[in-house]
């Protein structure tokens, strides 16, 4: 079992829709939290960040991080578009890899006109 | 440069022919990170630098696989031997050192065809 599971959709929502995006762990070592999004032939780019638990709001993008229940969730308002993409969580503790990236496997959306 | 840099952005190769993946890093950035990419794993952590220094080579998948850093910048990684499972994207990430939002950024990969 992967230590970082996400459901990866397709999941396909009208413009404007509330989107909720979701990743689950087994490491309580991971102390950073992250959601990147990537296009088609691109690397990932960041898109939230959060240190331990807690909320942080960026515009329409809102992350969430539960680490008693060992949950993170991504939440995209009024989505549009330009939000179609894969959406990958990530996690991270400062090791001998450094602070490598433990991924989930990416949810694809399509936010439809 | 303004962003990571990977080359070749393509590559074909037969199986049992070695290849060399580039990294070329942002310029300051002493952490510097390998991934692999293919569509039933995800995106896998293979190594990281830290200057040229790999303190952990256990992500690397087999013997086959090597990478090393000079000057405390280009990085490759050479994968001898192709094997078809072997293809997928292959990313790297630099950053300075600390926490993941200390300008972690990927670039856009070297995607390998073994045929």
């Known amino acids: 079992q992967k230590e970082v599971e996400q459901d990866p959709g397709p999941l396909s929502v009208p413009e404007g829709a509330i989107v909720s995006l979701n990743c689950t762990y087994s490491n309580s070592a991971f102390q950073y939290f992250m959601w990147y999004r990537q296009y088609s032939r691109k690397g990932p780019e960041l898109l939230m960040y959060?240190?331990?638990?807690g909320n942080k709001e960026d515009g329409r993008f809102t992350a969430q991080v539960d680490k008693s229940s060992k949950y993170i969730s991504l939440f995209i308002r009024d989505s549009q578009p330009s939000d179609s993409a894969t959406y990958l969580c990530a996690m991270s503790t400062n090791s001998n890899s450094g602070y490598a990236l433990n991924f989930g496997k990416g949810t694809s959306l399509l936010v439809t006109p | 440069g303004a962003g990571v840099s990977q080359s070749p952005s393509n590559k074909v190769t037969e199986k049992g022919k070695d290849v060399e993946l580039r990294c070329d890093p942002i310029?300051?950035?002493?952490?510097l990170y390998w991934y692999r990419q293919s569509l039933g794993q995800g995106l896998e952590f293979l190594i990281y630098f830290q200057g040229n220094s790999a303190p952990d080579k256990s992500g690397l998948p087999s013997d086959r696989f090597s990478a090393e850093r000079t000057g405390g910048s280009v990085s490759t990684l050479t994968i001898q031997r192709t094997q078809q499972e072997d293809s997928a994207v292959y990313l790297c990430?630099?950053?300075?050192?600390?926490?993941?939002?200390?300008?972690?950024?990927f670039g856009s990969g070297t995607r390998l065809t073994v045929v």
């Open positions: 310029s300051g950035h002493t952490a």
């Open positions: 959060t240190y331990s638990s």
């Open positions: 990430a630099s950053s300075f050192v600390g926490p993941p939002n200390y300008g972690y950024t």
